[in-house]
């Protein structure tokens, strides 16, 4: 490497850090990142936190305990994951540093390790002029800028992929085992990384398919080689591919078998996320990764140029991107045909024969790259469309590589119209720089962080947070962190409307006439407020609101100042089995707060809208518990499990421990020989058949009972206690209600 390149390098490697660490700690953690760090230890401020308990319920928060435990955890939350990636993330986390910022580090230094890598590869295989403006395309690149900063595989994955390609060049060049070697080990790495990554190999076997067989029998036809010579090449060229496919195959197998285990979340459940792209989204994804406006993986904003100009003109900048996107894809074009006119003349005047029926080795790398720009994404098209939607533009972002790899191979091949050379490059530069700007400024990614920020500030402790259904109210408390705030849902907007309207018009009037409503809602993507498709339902209820809004590409809006309505509004059908369930999830949390009135409400207004929705009733008499109002506790258990006997077998745990509080031991042994039936392994029901043997005076049993509670739960201090009590000989007063 000469003084000119290494300096050229470093530059582009400082630019490519600088741009990656603008606004790395702006970003919320959304979903796809909630679902990588919802099982790592949270931060230590939360930890501490008095609310923190019920952070971890409502976010589902368990610990890990070891990465192998981490793992599986994390394929819980997403069955498509492989583990290199998160086996990383882990090890980083636990013995690095535990911020999230830290996280997003790890990334950026494996995005530079990227932007290097294909400086690596384009010196390689093409040459150093072209390496260069290759890393550079990927270093002002706003899709891998992006990528770069999440604490996700997408840049491990760009990064292997890389790695396997030069290797694979490498060997194909020079035929030596230790390099093939080194290339089965980065490739097997690879495919742990996600579960695309066997495209990859698909379209190296594809390469040595054309190269080795196609090209070389349209050769041996050009010169009319004999049939006796073409069926010994046939078996030669067949030899050499079974080499390299069946080592190929062998490191495959353990990742492909995993990936056949993958129990995917069914069409129905991804459809608002993962869908067929339209044709002119799919040729984004093809052509215009790094042209927003033309992908629709980012999107922009004006407030880099409003630094230096007025809104107005900064706006009229940001507009030019759909035309700046066609010019960049029109020289996308343009340099992919002059790569492959390049090539073929290089070929034709270079194609000599050592004899009459064997040519001479080539540089076909062109056909690689094109190879692995257009073949993976179009491949995801074509199963979307025969299979299930399975496509998404960060599947391939490691195919952008070999676009950038094609217009450096193009514009160093131009030394016969040097300023075209030099023009093209200038306009390259420049035009990165714009779009580099567009993505400066503020998050791209659901903003759930500020939306957070601006309710904490303005919220009181006895405020209700709706947020619109169950998976983004864990993502927006995850951001949000512990507060004495309830954070319910509803797992509809219409569901949402209807809890809204119950909270203002009832519960609020008689329990927290101080509280106020948030009502906290995820847009589709690149969606605007005011959302339409929701606030109708609002509207129809009559409640009166204003909202904020938080932009990203799904933007999150935020309902405040929400009043119930002066006349009635129009009834949805609230018998819907989700509103149920939504209104049930908040009655339990009026419970952890220990307002147990709220929850008694709640329940009751359950039991209105269907009296045969059993886990109202099992609410009801947690809450009636607690109030020690036990006739009205014992009466919910008992309708709870004539309804449904065992939808929740705590109920009859419930009973039997108010029956031995109030010294009905058999009716208690009688309860809990149900429960024990349904929940066999449960440590608080056999400390409860304890007591009550105890209750009995039949100590033996008692004993025997505590000490398998110990054994089943030691770090419930519970059974332990009652033991301890029994062998002390210190008497047991049973409360009585």
């Known amino acids: 490497m000469n003084t000119k390149t290494f300096i050229c390098l470093f530059l582009i490697l400082l630019a490519g850090y600088l741009y990656r660490s603008i606004g790395l700690s702006y970003e919320s953690i959304w979903w796809d990142e909630f679902s990588s760090v919802v099982h790592l230890k949270p931060l230590a401020e939360y930890e501490t936190s008095p609310d923190f308990t019920r952070w971890a319920q409502g976010v589902h928060y368990e610990p890990s305990v070891n990465i192998l435990h981490f793992l599986i955890k994390n394929r819980s939350m997403d069955p498509a994951t492989m583990p290199l990636y998160y086996a990383i993330e882990y090890l980083w986390h636990t013995y690095i540093d535990e911020s999230y910022y830290s996280l997003r580090l790890l990334s950026v230094f494996i995005g530079l390790t990227v932007v290097y890598a294909t400086f690596i590869l384009g010196n390689t ?12 395309l990927v270093a002002l690149s706003p899709i891998h800028r992006q990528f770069s900063q999440e604490i996700r595989m997408y840049s491990l994955f760009t990064l292997l992929t890389i790695l396997s390609m030069l290797l694979f060049i490498y060997w194909y060049r020079e035929r030596k085992r230790k390099i ?9 790495l690879l495919l742990w990384t996600h579960p695309f990554a066997t495209l990859v190999i698909m379209v190296q076997g594809l390469y040595l398919f054309i190269d080795r067989f196609l090209l070389q029998a349209w050769d041996f036809f050009i010169k009319n080689s004999s049939q006796s010579f073409l069926k010994e090449n046939f078996k030669r060229e067949l030899l050499f591919l079974l080499k390299w496919a069946i080592p190929l195959f062998i490191i495959s197998l353990p990742s492909v078998l995993y990936i056949l285990t993958i129990n995917f979340w069914s069409p129905d459940m991804t459809s608002t996320w993962m869908k067929i792209p339209t044709l002119r989204e799919f040729t984004g994804d ?55 006119k390049s090539h073929f003349q290089k070929d034709i005047a270079n194609k000599t024969l050592q004899n009459n029926n064997t040519p001479q080795e080539r540089n076909t790398l062109i056909i690689l790259f094109c190879l692995w720009w257009l073949f993976p994404p179009i491949f995801l098209y074509l199963i979307s469309h025969l299979w299930r939607p399975c496509i998404m533009p960060r599947y391939t972002l490691h195919s952008s590589i070999a676009l950038y790899l094609i217009i450096g191979y193009a514009i160093t091949n131009m030394d016969r119209w040097k300023w075209a050379k030099r023009s093209l490059l200038v306009a390259f530069l420049l ?150 369930e939504d209104l049930c999830a908040l009655a339990l949390e ?26 109202a009733y099992s609410y009801l008499g947690m809450s009636y518990k607690e109030l020690q109002e ?38 208690a042994i009688s309860a809990l020989e149900k429960a024990l039936h349904l929940l066999p392994n449960d440590s608080f029901a056999h400390t409860c058949m304890g007591r009550a043997y105890l209750g009995l005076g039949n100590q033996d049993k008692a004993i025997e009972y505590f000490k398998k509670a110990i054994a089943l739960d030691p770090t419930d201090l519970r059974p332990a206690t009652e033991l301890e009590r029994l062998q002390n000989k210190t008497p047991h007063a049973p409360t009585t209600p």
Not at 180 to 188: H, K
Request: aromatic share 16%.
């Open 431 to 580: 035009l990165y720089l714009y779009q580099a700007t567009l993505i400066l400024g503020k998050p791209q990614h659901t903003d759930w962080k500020n939306a957070g920020v601006f309710i904490k500030q303005n919220s009181k402790t006895e405020d209700i947070i709706l947020v619109n259904n169950e998976l983004w109210k864990r993502v927006f408390l995850y951001n949000l962190g512990p507060v004495p705030n309830i954070v319910c849902y509803g797992s509809q907007f219409e569901n949402t409307a209807e809890i809204a309207e119950f909270l203002i018009t009832k519960l609020f009037p008689q329990r927290r006439p101080n509280a106020k409503l948030w009502i906290v809602v995820q847009s589709d993507y690149f969606e605007s407020a005011p959302l339409y498709h929701f606030e109708k339902y609002l509207k129809e209820k009559g409640i009166i609101y204003d909202y904020v809004e938080f932009p990203g590409i799904q933007r999150v809006v935020v309902y405040h100042q929400i009043y119930p309505p002066q006349t009635s509004g129009k009834t949805f059908d609230k018998k819907s089995l989700l509103l149920l």
């Open 125 to 136: 295989s093409i040459n150093p002029s072209a390496g260069i403006i290759a890393c550079l």
């Open 286 to 340: 093809l052509f215009a990764d790094d042209c927003i406006g033309w992908t629709y993986q980012l999107r922009a904003e004006p407030n880099f140029w409003m630094n230096f100009f007025s809104k107005d003109t900064a706006r009229t900048i940001v507009a030019q991107r759909y035309f700046i996107g066609g010019v960049m894809v029109i020289l996308y074009i343009l340099c992919l045909i002059w790569a492959i």
């Open 590 to 615: 009026f419970w952890r707060v220990k307002d147990f009135g709220s929850a008694v409400d709640t329940c009751k207004h359950v039991i209105q809208l269907d009296p045969g929705y059993a886990q």
């Open 630 to 667: 036990w006739d009205l506790a014992i009466e919910a258990f008992t309708t709870a499990v004539e309804l449904k006997p065992a939808q929740y077998p705590w109920n009859w745990i419930n009973i039997a421990d108010i029956q031995i509080n109030r010294g009905q031991y058999e009716p």
């Open 180 to 188: 093939f070697i080194y290339y089965l080990i980065v490739t097997f």
